[in-house]
């Protein structure tokens, strides 16, 4: 019932260790699966939150691109222009955008008019050496995908109120007179970005202005090689007196300056005429009368909107507007170059990977059907799985080592309870032990005093019977020398003292003090001591020791037929070997192991009486002595005890 209480109590240990072990488990496994999403969704998070900061950035400066293009007078988008704020002359000047776009974001700006014809300021058809010569090929190519991609965009057909209508040059300037604009001007929206025009801008300026921009390379054509002209420190021409040219229409009016800016006035131009271009009639400038004031002209130049077309094979953001004028309405706009903003994206991604997509949504929309795709960066994602990696193995060690722990700490809880059941098994053995043992010498003590006392018995065994007493009494205090050598030696203070001296006299002096109590149990003894044999040893520690020793082998030897008992001591290199044997049943293998140990006997309950001390007393004195007691199997059957003590 006693070691079921132990193997309960292990069950309890284990079953209350498996339940917080498992407990503490599954809620730190879900933690851990939690932080682990947290760390994987982390890059991508991150991701979202960078495209939405990207498309707020990119709206904006889309936003400030569209103030800038609203601004943009229509007759910027012409190779050749007259700028209605110059004064009342007869000029033009190449466009802002003849050159290579200053917009980075720009692929291009176009101009469609009502019969679908597409052109483009970098490309002057009529006048070719106008044409930017550095781009000349890709602005082919882009005129070519206009034409062939954008061509719905041109305008319905309007009717046509004439102005530009062909007429003399006159020789007296019109008063110059400003253009008049009536615009919704563009608001600031809370976030900082620019709000899309949202209404039409109407501008008023002179004929004289809106015809020669109607009529741009006429102008230039008429004026680049005419008689009069001289180039001034800039390379423009300027008109010059020239004798006998002040009839009406031969001569440009004095004092007018023609800004011919572009590659082609490096050089003087060969004197030759060239031909008027054959799309629309060119007709010559009519310059108003001085005396009334110049008439106006109403340009209605709608809001550019947003638009996603299919360009170059692939969707395109464009901006597009219209601009309506008395000889007909044009589509005018520009094309934003997805690979600038992918570029621009790219600059400022930081650990994200950003494009430009086609598709809504609200979150990171930049344009009307246009918006900021973000996906973490593939670094990003490695050390993010990594990282979800290391918190799962960080988990399972540490849960490893501390169930470990908590495992070893667990069987050393059981281990102490099965070592307190087995000191309580082993004192109640040692108290039944200790009574029998003490009772049996004490009632041989009673018995024989009872009968000197009363004058029982042969009087003349009187002494016989005081010897008896004396053995009792010798028996006795082996006992109670056993308890108390052992609490000595579990308080760690068994001490000896020994001496060298005559060991086969001390084993002789034993021997005849031991023979009668073992003639009288019926066990023979037998010594065999070689003679003058000294040795270092304690006389009290040997006495104990060869006193256990013949008394285990008297019990032991009892059901035996030979009950001799042998002591022999002789030399062994430097030790001398003092060997008991008996003739009994000797030591079986399973009790051998834990033969020296306190309470350890090696027969059954039903055997013969004892503490189980002796052998673990008489062990500790030989090592005290500074020798050792082993057991060994008798030769002839039974045990032999060995014990070696230190050479003299």
């Known amino acids: 019932m006693k070691v079921a209480r132990t193997w309960y109590a292990a069950g309890l240990l284990s079953a209350a260790l498996a339940v917080l072990l498992i407990a503490w488990f599954i809620s730190g496994w879900a933690d851990v699966r939690a932080r682990q999403y947290t760390a994987e969704v982390a890059p991508q998070h991150e991701a979202e939150t960078r495209g939405a900061e990207l498309a707020h950035e990119l709206r904006a400066e889309l936003a400030q691109l569209m103030t800038r293009e609203v601004e943009r007078p229509y007759f910027h988008y012409q190779n050749l222009m007259h700028d209605p704020r110059s004064t009342g002359s007869v000029g033009v000047t190449p466009s802002p955008l003849a050159s290579v776009p200053t917009e980075g974001l720009v692929l291009g700006y176009f101009q469609i008019d009502e019969l679908g014809r597409a052109t483009t300021p970098t490309i002057n058809d009529e006048v070719p050496e106008l044409s930017e010569p550095r781009t000349l090929a890709g602005n082919q ?8 991609s954008l061509a719905r965009l041109a305008p319905p057909k309007t009717e046509r109120v004439i102005v530009a209508e062909v007429a003399p040059v006159k020789r007296t300037p019109p008063r110059p007179t400003p253009p008049r604009q009536e615009v919704i001007k563009p ?17 008023h300026i002179d004929e004289n202005s809106y015809v020669q921009n109607w009529n741009s390379n006429t102008i230039y054509q008429q004026y680049r090689n005419a008689p009069g002209l001289r180039r001034d420190g800039s390379g423009n021409l300027e008109s010059v007196p020239v004798k006998g040219t002040d009839a009406p229409g031969t001569a440009t009016p004095a004092n007018v300056t023609t800004n011919l800016t572009t590659a082609t006035d490096a050089v003087d131009p060969p004197p030759t005429t060239v031909a008027p271009p054959k799309p629309r009639p060119r007709p010559v ?33 464009l901006a597009v507007r219209d601009v309506a004028t008395p000889d007909g309405t044009f589509a005018q706009g520009f094309v934003v170059d997805r690979s600038a903003l992918t570029s621009w994206l790219a600059s400022r991604a930081g650990a994200t990977v950003a494009e430009l997509v086609a598709g809504d949504n609200n979150a990171t929309e930049v344009a009307p059907g246009w918006h900021v795709a973000t996906t973490a960066n593939p670094r990003a994602l490695a050390e993010a799985a990594r990282s979800a990696a290391h918190l799962a ?9 501390l169930g470990v722990i908590a495992a070893l700490a667990a069987g050393l809880v059981v281990m102490l309870v099965a070592r307190a059941e087995r000191l309580a098994r082993e004192r109640s053995q040692f108290a039944a032990a200790a009574a029998h043992e003490l009772r049996t010498p004490l009632a041989g003590l009673q018995l024989y005093g009872d009968m000197i006392a009363d004058g029982l018995g042969d009087p003349q065994k009187t002494r016989d019977y005081a010897k008896r007493m004396s053995e009792e009494a010798s028996r006795l205090g082996r006992v109670v020398s056993n308890v108390l050598g052992f609490s000595q030696l579990e308080r760690g203070n068994l001490s000896v003292d020994p001496s060298v001296g005559s060991l086969d006299a001390e084993l002789r002096s034993l021997a005849e003090r031991a023979e009668p109590a073992l003639d009288r149990a019926g066990a023979a003894l037998a010594l065999d001591v070689t003679p003058e044999l000294t040795a270092k040893f304690d006389r009290d520690a040997l006495a104990r020791i060869v006193g256990n020793l013949l008394d285990n082998a008297e019990k032991y030897g009892r059901e035996s037929e030979d009950r001799t008992i042998e002591i022999a001591a002789r030399a062994a290199g430097d030790a001398i070997e003092v060997v008991i044997s008996d003739h009994g049943p000797g030591v079986t293998d399973k009790t051998r192991t834990k033969l020296f140990q306190p309470f350890a006997r090696g027969v059954n309950a039903d055997g013969p009486a004892g503490l189980g001390l002796g052998l673990a007393l008489s062990k500790s004195l030989a090592r005290a002595m500074g020798g050792d007691l082993d057991y060994r199997p008798g030769s002839s059957g039974g045990a032999a005890f060995v014990l070696r003590l230190p050479r003299a």
């Open 141 to 148: 190519r882009f005129r070519s995908e206009v034409v062939k």
């Open 187 to 203: 608001q600031t929206d809370s976030v900082g970005e620019t709000a899309q025009q949202t209404e039409a801008q109407v501008f």
């Open 285 to 317: 400038v009519r310059a108003p009368d001085p005396v009334l004031p110049p008439k106006a002209v109403t340009i209605t130049v709608a809001p550019l909107e947003w638009r996603t077309l299919t360009f170059n094979g692939a969707p395109a953001l």
């Open 393 to 401: 193995m960080s988990f399972l060690l540490r849960f490893i080592l």
